[in-house]
């Protein structure tokens, strides 16, 4: 099946601090990558959709500003969190879609603690 | 827009035996719809999916069934195995949604020895 290799799987940062989350499709070109929050024992809530060459389309809630979503190429989209806070920690994980079936992999997440 | 309802929430099986969750899905115009497994920590798995045009997928020790008219879809898992333990979700995603998935609430699955 098809690989998305997400990095880093774990990060710890101070209050304030900004973090950058990779997420890359290593065997197949990705035209639209999603990323999602999970908090414990809970589903996936999709946070944005991330075009390839384009603005992401962000879900109701999700501020874009803090959020920073960036999708240069078919193989990568990056998330950063910014001005990140204790609130902001969860395990963010991300999708790529395959063009051809429509279907979604997901990368194995990051989990982000913010003290 | 769609919603996603799970059942059971946990799960509970002997090793050997079947396990079945379900899912109901509320628009009629969703046509894929796939399951996932999550491990501990993990990022969830593609296991099996099934699109609108077919009633039944079958692979290996996983099937997924579908019934448009009632509008819910049932994964079975036979003679399960404890590295089946793990959560799963059911999704959809809904025609002209921009494939955006809907998830499930999620069934932990514990397989017992």
């Known amino acids: 099946g098809a690989v998305v290799s997400q990095h880093p799987s774990r990060v710890i940062c101070k209050s304030g601090t900004s973090v950058k989350i990779e997420c890359r499709s290593l065997d197949f070109q990705a035209t639209t990558m999603f990323w999602y929050r999970q908090f414990p024992k809970q589903s996936l809530m999709l946070m944005a959709t991330?075009?390839?060459?384009?603005?992401?389309?962000?879900e109701q809630g999700v501020e874009k500003d803090k959020f920073l979503i960036n999708h240069a190429s078919l193989t990568l989209s990056t998330l950063t969190v910014t001005s990140a806070h204790p609130e902001d920690s969860s395990f963010y994980i991300c999708?790529?879609?395959?063009?051809?079936?429509?279907?979604?992999?997901f990368g194995a997440g990051t989990r982000l603690s913010v003290l | 827009g769609e919603n996603v309802e799970q059942h059971p929430s946990t799960l509970s099986v002997q090793e050997g035996d079947s396990a079945v969750i379900k899912c109901t899905y509320s628009?009629?115009?969703?046509?894929?719809f796939p399951w996932y497994k999550q491990e501990l920590g993990k990022g969830p798995q593609l296991i099996i999916d099934i699109r609108s045009n077919v009633g039944e997928k079958k692979d290996q020790r996983i099937a997924v069934t579908l019934n448009k008219t009632a509008k819910h879809f049932s994964l079975h898992i036979t003679e399960t195995q404890p590295e089946d333990s793990a959560v799963y979700f059911c999704?959809?995603?809904?025609?002209?949604?921009?494939?955006?998935?809907?998830f499930g609430t999620g069934t932990q699955l514990k397989v017992e020895l």
């Open positions: 999708s790529a879609e395959d063009r051809f079936g429509n279907i979604q992999y």
């Open positions: 628009d009629s115009a969703s046509n894929y």
């Open positions: 991330s075009n390839e060459g384009s603005k992401a389309t962000y």
């Open positions: 999704a959809a995603i809904p025609t002209g949604g921009g494939n955006k998935l809907t």
